[in-house]
């Protein structure tokens, strides 16, 4: 566990402790989009999406929305889980299937929407600072859907700052180094400001407490979690033992069950670890996701 002075923003503790500071939310919103922004509400962290209780949840780590109406999911993600791309398409999905009211029949009237996902490695191997998508037609690449969802995925370890902002630059390497050092060698008046607010989350008590208090209970939902998957991968594996051999069935039932639940908790999915130990079909879905067998 790291002390909460040495979090950085790509921690998502710190990340959405500072977001809901709606300034330090605007100003990251702004650098990113070289736009103005005006938020409309005070930006929600850590906001559960879910279509149905039958599907997958999604946990948002930052939510907010502007005076335009434009809605923006900005997520931290520290490790390469290989399923970016998808990931980002559902959550706009999830957030998408939440913008019209029931009985609406305007499609036009679907906000704008931009998911922004921050990361320290280079998604795509090109180099960039930023790798910003929209749907274009694949025949004449100048003709435009104009659906109004942007995906925008940021790479702190770019290495072209002549096609972005140099404030752009300092923010992105500030965030993965959230430091004294590293914000006084910026030249970003926002960013200095951010640094100020940053070290008073830093500092407080009550967030301490709270950030304590999250680690503990994260690692009692971990061990809950792996403890139960495991109990039912043993039962998988005596069942399946009784065809193809009582040891055999336990190793394999167990061996695929960990392994399952290392996956699941690298991506901090503890619903869906509790999840398949009640869910037989829904366990074997995950199972095909990450290609277990």
């Not at 940053?198 to 690692?219: A, F, G, H, L, T």
């Not at 190793?251 to 290392?262: C, N, Q, V, Y």
């Not at 037989?280 to 879905?285: I, L, S, V, Y």
């Amino acid at each position: 566990m790291k002390d909460l002075k040495d979090l950085n923003l790509l921690d998502r503790f710190l990340f959405a402790e500072a977001m809901e500071d709606p300034q330090n939310m605007r100003d990251v919103l702004e650098i990113i989009l070289g736009k103005d922004v005006v938020l409309k509400h005070l930006p929600q962290t850590e906001k559960e999406a879910r279509i149905s209780p039958a599907y997958r949840f999604a946990k948002v780590d930052v939510w907010a929305k502007d005076t335009d109406e434009v809605v923006y999911d900005t997520e931290v993600q520290g490790t390469n889980t290989k399923n970016l791309p998808k990931r980002s398409r559902y959550y706009e999905s999830i957030i998408d299937a939440k913008l019209l009211k029931p009985g609406e029949r305007d499609f036009n009237k679907m906000n704008d929407i931009y998911i922004i996902l921050i990361a320290p490695f280079d998604l795509f191997g090109k180099r960039k600072y930023m790798y910003t998508f929209e749907m274009t037609c694949k025949e004449d690449p100048s003709v435009s859907l104009e659906d109004g969802a942007t995906r925008i995925f940021l790479n702190t370890h770019g290495e072209n700052p002549d096609e972005v902002s140099p404030e752009l630059v300092e923010l992105l390497h500030y965030i993965e180094h959230t430091t004294q050092d590293m914000a006084d060698g910026c030249k970003s008046e926002r960013i200095h400001k951010m640094q100020k607010r940053i070290c008073s989350i830093k500092s407080s008590e009550e967030v301490s407490v709270r950030y304590m208090q999250r680690w503990e209970e994260m690692e009692m939902e971990k061990e809950a979690a792996r403890e139960l998957g495991l109990a039912e991968g043993r039962t998988q594996g005596l069942t399946e033992g009784r065809t193809q051999g009582l040891a055999e069935g336990r190793a394999e039932g167990r061996s695929s069950m960990a392994r399952l639940i290392d996956k699941l908790l690298e991506e901090n999915r503890i619903e869906d670890c509790k999840r398949i130990a009640k869910d037989p079909e829904f366990c074997q879905h995950l199972m095909e996701e990450f290609g277990i067998e």
